[in-house]
């Protein structure tokens, strides 16, 4: 039986119930979280394809994220005082004026789910908030997301700010969501962007191997 595409077309039409009975049974047959996650990515960028051909609403867009974060619970282990310290240290937020913070908070959960320490400014975040928190966490990375078009000009102001920062050099920048563009990317001198939430999660992960390989 194929639970890989199983659990995909259960994502893709938002039945949870079917979503976590994958999820468990693909855990116990050995599959990989890795695998796992996939299938929930390409599920959720079904529900995505549907949202802009009008069959499914926004609505359908929050209870898409919301299986997607249950689901992933799932592959979490619960932390314990013994366990490691975290790789590496994200501070992620929505612009300002954009409150759609869906992939946000999947990206959030897959870093956690790494042993990242995520920093979560939420939405509708301001450019000087996003500089405050580079001053106070020294992350390794800052996330910049938003859905709408208007967003691309409060990417802008948010990196402008950031590029004056003396701790900017250390701290890699990536822009993600619909706004994000290689265009943007360029023009505001952010180091990376993306759509998928994997590639997203990957990135960082790179980002920390080149940081310690650097150091070591």
């Known amino acids: 039986m194929d639970y890989q595409k199983k659990l995909t077309k ?5 039945d949870e119930e079917n979503v976590l009975k994958y999820v468990q049974i693909m855990l116990a047959s050995g599959y990989s979280h890795a695998a796992i996650r996939k299938c929930l990515t390409e599920g959720s960028e079904e529900v995505g394809s549907y949202f802009e051909d009008g069959e499914y609403f926004i609505a359908d867009l929050i209870v898409s994220g919301m299986i997607y974060q249950h689901a992933l619970s799932l592959l979490i ?6 366990d490691p310290r975290p790789v590496g240290r994200a501070v992620i937020g929505v612009v300002e004026g954009d409150i759609h913070d869906i992939g946000k908070d999947i990206v959030v959960s897959l870093l956690r789910s790494e042993r990242f320490e995520v920093i ?5 975040v301001k450019p000087q908030r996003f500089v405050h928190a580079l001053r106070t966490y020294h992350p390794n990375i800052i996330l910049l997301s938003g859905l709408l078009s208007a967003s691309v000009s409060a990417v802008a102001r948010t990196m402008k700010e950031l590029n004056a920062e003396p701790g900017r050099r250390d701290t890699i920048i990536y822009i993600g969501g619909q706004c994000a ?5 360029t023009q ?6 993306g759509y ?6 990957d990135f960082c992960k790179k980002v920390i191997e080149n940081s310690y390989a650097k150091n070591n």
């Not at 259960?10 to 938002?14: K, P």
């Not at 282990?77 to 013994?82: I, K, T």
């Not at 998928?196 to 999660?201: A, E, F, H, P, Q």
């Open 188 to 193: 505001t001198g952010a180091d990376n962007w």
């Open 181 to 185: 563009s290689e265009q943007l990317c």
């Open 10 to 14: 259960a994502m893709a039409e938002l």
């Open 120 to 124: 979560d400014l939420g939405v509708d």
């Open 196 to 201: 998928d939430t994997i590639y997203t999660v």
């Open 77 to 82: 282990p619960p932390l314990e005082s013994g």
